[in-house]
């Protein structure tokens, strides 16, 4: 057993990712070919729905302790509510378009850790 820490914690994979645009209009903007949020769950409800069955998966596959089970899908809501909260990208802010290799630096307001579920 360590002496320090925090053992009884699930630690964050290093890392970032850029969301999903919350909505159509969004996307558009932001010209993401990627469908928004809204485009692919039907509420948050729905997002973790299929979570908990991605999660449920890593647990059967033992990819993921069972007793990290619900601490992952507590990070899942958290990170829906984030992005939900987070301010719709301004019409005179000055973007870069979406590119087959990724948003710029100046699309990375939204970034955050975790993986994003399809």
């Given amino acids: 057993m360590p002496s320090a820490g925090a053992r009884e ?3 964050s994979f ?5 969301p999903f645009a919350r909505t159509r209009a969004e996307r558009e903007h932001l010209h993401d070919p990627r469908l928004s949020i809204e485009e692919r769950y039907a509420d948050r409800a729905d997002y973790l729905r299929r979570a908990a069955t991605v999660v449920d998966s890593l ?3 033992r990819l993921l302790l069972e007793r990290d089970r619900n601490t ?3 990070r899942c809501g958290f990170l829906w509510d984030a992005v939900m909260a987070a301010a719709p990208p301004h019409a005179s802010a000055q973007r870069e ?3 087959h290799r990724g948003l710029s630096a100046s699309q990375s ?10």
């Fill in 9 to 11: 914690q699930r630690v």
């Fill in 72 to 74: 992952s899908l507590e």
């Fill in 14 to 18: 290093v890392g970032s990712f850029f």
């Fill in 109 to 118: 307001g939204w970034a955050a850790t975790a993986k994003t579920l399809h």
């Fill in 59 to 61: 647990v059967a596959r």
């Fill in 97 to 99: 378009p979406y590119s």
